[in-house]
Protein backbone atom coordinates (compact mmCIF):
# COMPACT_ATOMS: atom_id res chain seq x y z
CA UNK A 1 0.00 0.00 0.00
CA UNK A 2 0.93 3.58 -0.55
CA UNK A 3 2.34 4.71 2.68
CA UNK A 4 2.16 8.16 2.89
CA UNK A 5 -0.02 11.07 4.23
CA UNK A 6 -0.19 12.42 1.11
CA UNK A 7 -1.81 9.86 -0.64
CA UNK A 8 -5.86 8.47 -0.16
CA UNK A 9 -7.31 5.50 -1.22
CA UNK A 10 -10.27 6.45 -3.49
CA UNK A 11 -11.40 3.27 -5.36
CA UNK A 12 -10.41 -0.90 -4.91
CA UNK A 13 -11.04 -2.68 -8.06
CA UNK A 14 -11.35 -6.76 -9.21
CA UNK A 15 -11.17 -7.69 -13.04
CA UNK A 16 -11.87 -11.38 -13.64
CA UNK A 17 -11.98 -12.87 -17.24
CA UNK A 18 -13.89 -16.08 -16.45
CA UNK A 19 -12.04 -17.39 -20.04
CA UNK A 20 -9.81 -16.02 -22.87
CA UNK A 21 -13.16 -15.43 -25.00
CA UNK A 22 -14.76 -13.40 -22.62
CA UNK A 23 -14.12 -9.94 -21.79
CA UNK A 24 -13.50 -9.08 -18.46
CA UNK A 25 -15.98 -7.75 -15.58
CA UNK A 26 -14.64 -5.28 -13.31
CA UNK A 27 -16.23 -4.43 -9.98
CA UNK A 28 -15.13 -1.53 -8.00
CA UNK A 29 -15.96 0.19 -4.78
CA UNK A 30 -15.40 3.38 -3.21
CA UNK A 31 -14.37 4.19 0.58
CA UNK A 32 -18.09 5.26 1.10
CA UNK A 33 -19.17 2.26 -0.44
CA UNK A 34 -20.12 3.63 -4.05
CA UNK A 35 -20.38 0.17 -6.43
CA UNK A 36 -20.10 -0.24 -10.09
CA UNK A 37 -19.37 -2.85 -11.99
CA UNK A 38 -18.73 -3.09 -15.76
CA UNK A 39 -20.06 -6.00 -17.26
CA UNK A 40 -19.70 -5.09 -21.09
CA UNK A 41 -22.95 -6.90 -22.43
CA UNK A 42 -22.90 -10.23 -20.83
CA UNK A 43 -26.43 -10.12 -19.10
CA UNK A 44 -27.99 -9.93 -16.15
CA UNK A 45 -26.04 -8.73 -13.30
CA UNK A 46 -25.53 -11.29 -10.64
CA UNK A 47 -25.73 -10.07 -6.88
CA UNK A 48 -22.14 -9.32 -5.11
CA UNK A 49 -20.67 -7.55 -1.76
CA UNK A 50 -18.70 -5.32 -1.09
CA UNK A 51 -17.39 -3.25 1.88
CA UNK A 52 -15.62 -0.26 2.55
CA UNK A 53 -14.18 0.80 6.07
CA UNK A 54 -12.13 2.46 7.98
CA UNK A 55 -10.62 -0.14 11.04
CA UNK A 56 -7.77 0.64 13.36
CA UNK A 57 -7.51 3.93 11.01
CA UNK A 58 -6.85 2.29 8.20
CA UNK A 59 -8.92 2.09 4.92
CA UNK A 60 -9.98 -1.61 3.66
CA UNK A 61 -12.21 -2.82 1.20
CA UNK A 62 -14.02 -6.29 0.97
CA UNK A 63 -15.39 -7.62 -2.04
CA UNK A 64 -17.19 -10.67 -2.88
CA UNK A 65 -18.29 -11.69 -6.18
CA UNK A 66 -20.12 -15.17 -6.65
CA UNK A 67 -18.38 -17.67 -9.07
CA UNK A 68 -22.25 -18.02 -9.94
CA UNK A 69 -21.29 -14.80 -11.76
CA UNK A 70 -19.76 -16.35 -14.69
CA UNK A 71 -21.95 -19.47 -15.15
CA UNK A 72 -21.68 -20.33 -18.85
CA UNK A 73 -18.66 -19.05 -19.33
CA UNK A 74 -15.84 -20.50 -17.14
CA UNK A 75 -14.03 -23.63 -17.05
CA UNK A 76 -13.90 -25.63 -13.56
CA UNK A 77 -10.58 -27.26 -15.20
CA UNK A 78 -9.49 -24.34 -16.50
CA UNK A 79 -7.92 -20.84 -14.44
CA UNK A 80 -9.50 -17.19 -14.43
CA UNK A 81 -7.55 -14.60 -14.78
CA UNK A 82 -7.85 -11.79 -12.37
CA UNK A 83 -6.34 -8.35 -11.22
CA UNK A 84 -6.60 -6.81 -7.93
CA UNK A 85 -5.35 -2.98 -7.70
CA UNK A 86 -6.11 -0.24 -5.33
CA UNK A 87 -6.14 3.46 -6.69
CA UNK A 88 -4.98 6.43 -4.28
CA UNK A 89 -5.41 9.94 -5.01
CA UNK A 90 -3.33 12.73 -3.64
CA UNK A 91 -4.03 14.93 -0.71
CA UNK A 92 -4.43 17.98 -3.60
CA UNK A 93 -6.45 15.92 -5.63
CA UNK A 94 -3.85 16.36 -8.86
CA UNK A 95 -2.38 13.01 -8.79
CA UNK A 96 -3.70 9.41 -9.20
CA UNK A 97 -1.70 6.17 -8.60
CA UNK A 98 -3.06 2.59 -9.19
CA UNK A 99 -1.09 -0.19 -7.44
CA UNK A 100 -1.80 -3.63 -9.28
CA UNK A 101 -1.49 -6.82 -7.91
CA UNK A 102 0.05 -8.12 -11.92
CA UNK A 103 2.26 -5.23 -12.82
CA UNK A 104 1.30 -2.73 -15.67
CA UNK A 105 1.93 -4.02 -19.74
CA UNK A 106 4.51 -1.72 -21.42
CA UNK A 107 2.79 -3.33 -24.48
CA UNK A 108 0.13 -1.07 -26.03
CA UNK A 109 -2.94 -2.86 -26.76
CA UNK A 110 -5.27 -1.73 -30.17
CA UNK A 111 -8.85 -1.61 -28.74
CA UNK A 112 -11.19 -4.71 -29.38
CA UNK A 113 -14.98 -4.74 -29.63
CA UNK A 114 -15.90 -5.83 -26.19
CA UNK A 115 -12.51 -5.56 -24.28
CA UNK A 116 -11.90 -2.07 -25.17
CA UNK A 117 -8.27 -1.09 -24.15
CA UNK A 118 -8.12 -4.37 -21.16
CA UNK A 119 -5.14 -5.84 -21.91
CA UNK A 120 -4.64 -9.61 -20.53
CA UNK A 121 -0.86 -9.13 -20.04
CA UNK A 122 -2.05 -7.06 -16.91
CA UNK A 123 -4.05 -10.22 -15.64
CA UNK A 124 -2.30 -13.10 -13.25
CA UNK A 125 -4.05 -16.81 -13.39
CA UNK A 126 -6.71 -17.92 -10.16
CA UNK A 127 -6.69 -21.90 -10.47
CA UNK A 128 -9.39 -22.91 -9.20
CA UNK A 129 -9.59 -26.78 -7.00
Known sequence: AVQSEAWRPVEA???IEPTHI???RTFRIT???KRDIR???????MPWDAVGEVVDGQQSFRLRVPL???LG???LARPM???IEIAYLSKDKKRRVVQSWVPRSTTPVMPRL???RANPEEMGWMVRE
Open 13 to 15: IIS
Open 22 to 24: YPR
Open 31 to 33: PAG
Open 39 to 45: TVWLGEE
Open 68 to 70: ETF
Open 73 to 75: QDD
Open 81 to 83: RIN
Open 114 to 116: GYG
